[in-house]
C-alpha cells in the first residue's frame, strides 16, 4: 500500500486560500448584481488579460476547447479544410480541429523542446503538399484538401519556435492558431523581430484555458481567445453567444459558449498574482535543474530553448525506467503525472487517421519517458527537496555511481 501523499502533484488549495476574501468578494458583487453571464466583470477581465498577453482583443469563452474551436470558426476553418498540429499534446487541440469541421494532420515534434518541430513541418509542407502560387492555396496532395491552419502547442509552459514556424505559414498562406493553454504568459524570443514576444499575440490568434490547475486557472470551466484582428473578435463574440450581435438578431447559428461573470471576475483577482506565480515556477524549476544537474545522465531535465522564457505549467523529465520510477514515488508519497502517455495519433479516437506505430517516433519515444514532476507556484523547498531525495535515491538502486 501507497503512503499517503506527502508532495502532492499540485496543491490548488493554497493559492485560494490565499485570496479567499478577494475571491468571495466577486461572488458577493455577482450576488448583489445577479449578473452572472457577460457583462462588466467580463468586460474588465478581457481588456486585462489581452494588456497582459500583448494583445489588442480577447473574447472570454467557456473553456480553452472552445477558445480553439471558436478561432478556427471565425478564421474561416471548416470542412475540406486540414490544420497542423503535432500529436504531442492535450486532445483538445485535435477535438477543436474535427468539431470545426476540418481534418487534422500530424507533424513531429522536437526531441529537445518537445514543441513543433520546424523542420517536420516544413517537410510535411514541402513533400506531402502542393502550392498553387496563383490562388495562394496549399494542397495535400493525399487527400486534395486545402491546408489551412498550423496550431503549434506552447506545451509545459514553452512556447514553439515561432519564427520559422510564422515564416512557413506567411510563405504558403497558412493561419497560425497558437495553442497558448498552457502558456499564459510564456514568451518566445523573436530573432526575425528581435524582441519578445508573448505567447498570444504571435498568432492570428490564441486559445487560453483557464481550467482550475492552469497558471492562471478559474474556479472551474473558463477560457479566452487573443487576437489583434477587430473583426476576427467580433466574430468569435457572435460565435460564443449563439450567433447573434444583438439579442435576438441571429446572423449565424453559434453556440452557448459565453464566459460567466463570477469565473471573469476570479480570473481578473488571480491575473494580479500571475507574474509573481510564474516567476516563483521558474524558480523553482531552475533548482529542480540545479539539484539533478549533476544526474542529467540518468534523467534528462527540461531543456529552456535559447528563445524561450517558459512558465513551467509542469516540470517534465525524462528518464528511462519512467513507470519504476513513478512507481517508486508514489510509495514514498510523491505525487506525479503523465502528459500524455499515448501519442495522439495512437489512440483509438484516431484510428480512422490511418496513423500507425513508428510513424511520429520522437513523440512515440518520449510519450514512454517522460515525467512530470509535482510542480506549483506554493511547492516548498522543503517538499522539493523531497521529490529530488526519492528520485535520486531511486537512481542509486539502479546506477551505482548516483548518490
Ligand atoms: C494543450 C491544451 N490544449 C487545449 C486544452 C483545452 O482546455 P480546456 O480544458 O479548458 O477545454 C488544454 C487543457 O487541458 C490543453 O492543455
Redesign the pocket.
Known amino acids: 500500500m501507497s503512503n499517503p501523499t506527502r508532495v502532492p502533484f499540485l496543491d490548488l488549495v493554497a493559492p485560494h486560500q490565499e485570496l479567499r476574501d478577494e475571491l468571495l468578494s466577486v461572488v458577493n458583487k455577482a450576488f448583489d448584481t445577479a449578473g452572472f453571464i457577460g457583462g462588466p466583470m467580463v468586460e474588465e477581465f478581457e481588456r486585462e488579460f489581452a494588456a497582459f498577453c500583448h494583445s489588442k482583443y480577447c473574447v472570454g469563452v ?7 474551436r471558436f478561432a478556427f470558426m471565425a478564421a474561416g476553418i471548416g470542412e475540406g479544410d486540414i490544420v497542423v498540429t503535432v500529436p504531442h ?5 485535435t ?2 480541429i474535427s468539431q470545426a469541421g476540418a481534418s487534422i494532420a500530424f507533424v513531429d515534434i522536437h526531441e529537445r523542446t518537445f514543441t513543433m518541430d520546424p523542420m517536420k513541418l516544413r517537410e510535411y509542407l514541402e513533400t506531402r503538399c502542393d502550392y498553387d502560387a496563383a490562388a495562394r492555396k496549399l494542397v495535400e496532395r493525399k487527400s486534395k484538401k486545402r491546408v489551412a491552419a498550423i496550431v503549434p ?3 509545459y509552459g514553452q512556447t514553439a519556435d515561432m519564427d520559422p514556424i510564422l515564416e512557413l505559414a506567411t510563405k504558403y498562406n497558412l493561419i497560425v492558431v497558437e ?4 502558456a499564459h504568459g510564456a514568451e518566445y524570443y523573436s530573432e526575425k523581430n528581435k524582441t519578445w514576444r508573448r505567447a498570444g499575440s504571435m498568432g492570428l490568434a490564441a ?5 482550475p ?2 497558471n492562471l486557472g478559474a474556479c472551474g ?3 479566452a481567445i487573443t487576437t489583434d484582428d477587430a473583426a476576427l473578435a467580433q466574430r468569435m463574440k457572435m460565435i460564443r453567444d449563439h450567433g447573434q450581435a444583438k439579442k435576438y438578431y441571429h446572423d449565424i447559428e453559434g453556440y452557448n459558449g459565453r464566459l460567466d461573470a463570477i469565473q471573469a471576475g476570479w480570473l481578473t483577482v488571480k491575473l494580479r498574482h500571475l507574474e509573481k506565480w510564474n516567476e516563483s515556477r521558474r524558480a523553482l524549476a531552475h533548482r529542480y535543474h540545479h539539484l539533478l544537474s549533476d544526474v542529467k545522465e540518468f534523467i534528462e531535465i527540461p531543456v529552456e530553448a535559447e528563445w524561450t522564457r517558459g512558465v513551467f ?1 509542469l516540470y517534465v523529465v525524462r528518464v528511462r525506467e519512467r513507470d519504476l520510477l513513478q512507481s517508486y514515488l508514489a510509495e514514498a508519497g510523491v505525487g506525479t503525472g503523465i ?1 500524455y502517455p499515448i501519442p495522439l495519433h495512437l489512440q483509438k479516437a484516431y484510428e480512422t487517421l490511418g496513423s500507425r506505430t513508428g510513424d511520429f517516433p520522437c513523440t512515440e519515444r518520449i510519450a514512454r519517458e517522460i515525467l512530470s514532476l509535482p510542480m506549483f507556484p506554493h511547492l516548498g523547498h522543503a517538499e522539493q527537496d523531497e521529490v529530488v531525495r526519492k528520485t535520486r535515491e531511486f537512481l542509486g538502486s539502479r546506477v551505482a555511481s548516483v548518490r
Do not use: M
Open positions: 467557456n473553456s480553452g476547447t472552445d477558445a480553439l499534446t492535450f486532445i483538445a487541440t477535438e477543436a502547442v506552447h506545451l495553442d497558448a493553454c498552457q486559445a487560453f484555458s483557464f481550467y490547475g492552469k470551466e473558463a477560457g505549467h502528459h
